[in-house]
Structures are given as structure tokens and as C-alpha cells.
């Protein structure tokens, strides 16, 4: 897949090897990880860079510190856990550039791993500032990409460093994003669902249209619904609506029809006075929505719909709740598609922030076939757009295929 620009094909015994990684991890007011899968995702690049005798520096962002050194903000909290995953005592480094920080990793031994302070602490990190990126890049001989979530920012550590450091390539982690999504996408097993909810229609517009290209059946769900089903002519009471996407909606739909596409919307709502957890509800088909109540969740017929509209499929790819999940009276639309997913016999890839969470909640993220750790960058992949971590590796031409994995449509 990614030929030699894989880091097994890199010779890195004895070299000090700057891993760029994704920790930003969500902690609780005491400071303790709450969540470290994006953490264990790393493991295995780490595990190899050991194995093959490397000196292995870490740096990663937490959170948006713009520029400024926030205690809460530091890494160093996960010195404790990457010590227990790892089995070593991790060295924490104070800063991510400077000359205190090139006498620690100077003094480093083969198998020796470093955690380097938050790169967010400098406002440098989100300029792409050439004169950063060099410092950081003047730390290693070798640089691994492995901060997939990262990929989609031209940051320092993701784009600018790859002009100074002399060998770069893409870990573990990197690889298998990449392959899953091009099986799914660019090679999948047929026919491919797309299930697709959230908010807003113009979040997602450049990612129904690319996938109208290449999936045989999309489902939509979430708030977004209700812009396809003003664009059909329904009324759909209060609930959220862009008005200035109609007419592309009206246009995606027009041509589905011609090319046979299906697109699967919600015949029922489960429906509210207000957004609130105690607000009275009841459950209407869309052609019923009172004129001032909003939809918040998709009702028990679009659930046997989207059920059965995947029951064949070989691919499912899933982005988005079904509705306002995080109230319990509007969360059954997004679980009972969870559960569907979960069940499914289908290559099932999972990506974006609050599906990640609906997953968790459930209990079933060992029940589907991949969850992506990037939720921008997996979106931008959907799109069929670059990503410019991606695409900054080395600037060969096979790896600069690889920053789009979706666009050339079937």
C-alpha cells in the first residue's frame, strides 16, 4: 500500500525516531485519562520501533491551548499510562524544542522512549511556522506519521517538518486507516451502505455527493433529515432545516433517481415541544410533524427501514447519530442503529466523534470491524478530499495517491 514509505521499510535501529502522534485524550477535572484508545492505537508503531532497536520520541497536542502554557493542558498525566502499556519508564521532556530538550533526547539509548511537552504550547505548532518545524525536525533522523486525526491541519508537526527531517514515513496506524477505508470505498465488497446522520446537511454535502458516486444505498438520519424532506415538499414543523441547501439537496436527489440510486429517509420522528430532557414526545410519521414541535429522533418504522435496508449488505460505512442522542428520550434511533451495525455480518468502519461515543455507550466497539481514531480527517476521506499529512510524507507520487483514497468513482 504505501511501498517505502511504510515504516517497516525504513531501517531505524539506533536512530532517534520522532513519532508524531494523536493524544489528545479526554481527562477528568483530577487529570486522569478518561479514555485512552486514541493512546493504544499507537502501540503497535512503538511496540516495532523497540523491537527494531529505535530511540522513540513522542509528540502529540492536548486540547487548544493557542500558544499559551496551560498546566491543565500538559501531557504529562499520561506519562503514567503510557508506562503501564508499554511496560518502561517513559522520560517526560518540560518542552517539545530547545536545547534542554535536544541534551535529554542527545543522552537517549536504543529503546529509550520520550514524551515531549504539549507542541499546542507553541502557537507555532497551528502556524506551520518553517522555523519550528525545523526545530522539531532537528530532534530525529527519521520521522513517523502516525497522528491519523491529525492529518486533515497543515500544521508544523503534521505538513512543515517533513521539508527538514531526512527520512519520513507512515506507522501502523496511518496504514490502517488508510487500507480500511480504501476496502471500503475504492475496492469494497458489494453492495455498500452509507449511513449518514447528524445536524447540518452542509456539513456533509461534499460527502453524500462523493459517495452517491460509489455506494449503492444511502441512508440518512440525524436533523439533516429534515432539509431532504423540505426539499421533497413535506413540512417538517420546527425542526432543523437549511433553507440555503434545498436546492442542492433537490439536485443530489434528482440524480440519484435518474441513476437509480436509493436514498433511504425517515418515515417517522420521534417529536418534541421543546429540546429538553423532560419535555412531553410522541412519535409521528413525517407527513404528521406538529407545525411548532421539533423532530429529535428518528421513530421505530425508520429504524425497521434502515434495518432492513443493511440486511444484505457486505460494506456499511457509518458516520453521524440518528438524533439528539445525549437526551435519553431522542438516543433509540441512534442505539437501535448501533445495534444493527453491531450485528451485521458486513465490514462495518465506523468514524466521527459522537458515533465513536453512541459505540462506547453501547458497549459494542469490539463488535464492529474498525473505528476510526480521526474524525476530520476521516470525514475529509469521505469527502474524496487530501490530507495534507498525508500527502507532505515525502511528496512521492505513490504516497500523494494515498492522501485521497476516494476519488475516482466506480
Not at 232 to 247: F, N, T
Request: glycine share 8%.
Amino acid at each position: 500500500m504505501l511501498n517505502k514509505l511504510f515504516i517497516k521499510d525504513l531501517n531505524v535501529r539506533n536512530k532517534k525516531v520522532l513519532v508524531r502522534v494523536d493524544y489528545n485524550v479526554p481527562l477528568d477535572e483530577d487529570g486522569n485519562i478518561t479514555d485512552d484508545t486514541r493512546i493504544r492505537a499507537t502501540l503497535p508503531t512503538i511496540n516495532y520501533l523497540l523491537d527494531e532497536g529505535a530511540k522513540v520520541i513522542l509528540a502529540s497536542h492536548l486540547g487548544r491551548p493557542r500558544g499559551e502554557r496551560i498546566p491543565g493542558l500538559s501531557l504529562r498525566p499520561l506519562v503514567k499510562r503510557l508506562n503501564r502499556l508499554l511496560d518502561k519508564d517513559i522520560v517526560f521532556v518540560e518542552d517539545c524544542i530547545g536545547e534542554k530538550v535536544k541534551k535529554i533526547i542527545d543522552a537517549m539509548k536504543p529503546q529509550d522512549v520520550v514524551l515531549l511537552e504539549n507542541l499546542r504550547f507553541h502557537i507555532e505548532e497551528k502556524n506551520n511556522d518553517p522555523e519550528f518545524a525545523k526545530a522539531l525536525a532537528s530532534l530525529c533522523d527519521v520521522f513517523i506519521q502516525d497522528a491519523f486525526g491529525c492529518c486533515h491541519r497543515s500544521h508544523a508537526s503534521i505538513v512543515g517538518i517533513n521539508k527538514f527531517v531526512p527520512i519520513s514515513g507512515a506507522g501502523f496506524l496511518i496504514k490502517k486507516e488508510l487500507d480500511y477505508l480504501e476496502k471500503a470505498i475504492n475496492k469494497p465488497l458489494r453492495p455498500v451502505v452509507a449511513v449518514l446522520g447528524g445536524a447540518k446537511i452542509s456539513d456533509k454535502i461534499k460527502i453524500v455527493k462523493n459517495l452517491a458516486e460509489r455506494v449503492d444505498k444511502i441512508i440518512i438520519g440525524g436533523a439533516m433529515a429534515f432539509t431532504f424532506l423540505k426539499a421533497q415538499g413535506h413540512d417538517i414543523g420546527k425542526s432543523l432545516v437549511e433553507d440555503d441547501m434545498i436546492e442542492e439537496v433537490r439536485s443530489i436527489l434528482k440524480k440519484a433517481e435518474a441513476s437509480g440510486k436509493k436514498f433511504y429517509l425517515p418515515v417517522d420522528f420521534v417529536v418534541a415541544e421543546r429540546f429538553d430532557a423532560d419535555a412531553e414526545t410522541k412519535v409521528v410519521t413525517f407527513q404528521e410533524i406538529p407545525v411548532n414541535w421539533y423532530g429529535l429522533d428518528i421513530g421505530p418504522a425508520s429504524t425497521t427501514l434502515f434495518m432492513e435496508a443493511t440486511n444484505n449488505a457486505k460494506t456499511i460505512l457509518w458516520n453521524g447519530p440518528m438524533g439528539a442522542f445525549e437526551m435519553d428520550a431522542f438516543s433509540r434511533g441512534t442505539y437501535a442503529m448501533v445495534e444493527t451495525v453491531a450485528k451485521s455480518h458486513a465490514l462495518t468502519i465506523v468514524g466521527g466523534g459522537d458515533t465513536d461515543v453512541a459505540l462506547h455507550k453501547a458497549g459494542e466497539t469490539y463488535s464492529v470491524s474498525y473505528i476510526s481514531t480521526g474524525g476530520g480527517a476521516f470525514l475529509k476521506l469521505l469527502e474524496g478530499s487530501e490530507l495534507p499529512g498525508i500527502a507532505a510524507l515525502t511528496g512521492k507520487k505513490e504516497y500523494k495517491e494515498k492522501a485521497q483514497v476516494a476519488t475516482t468513482p466506480r
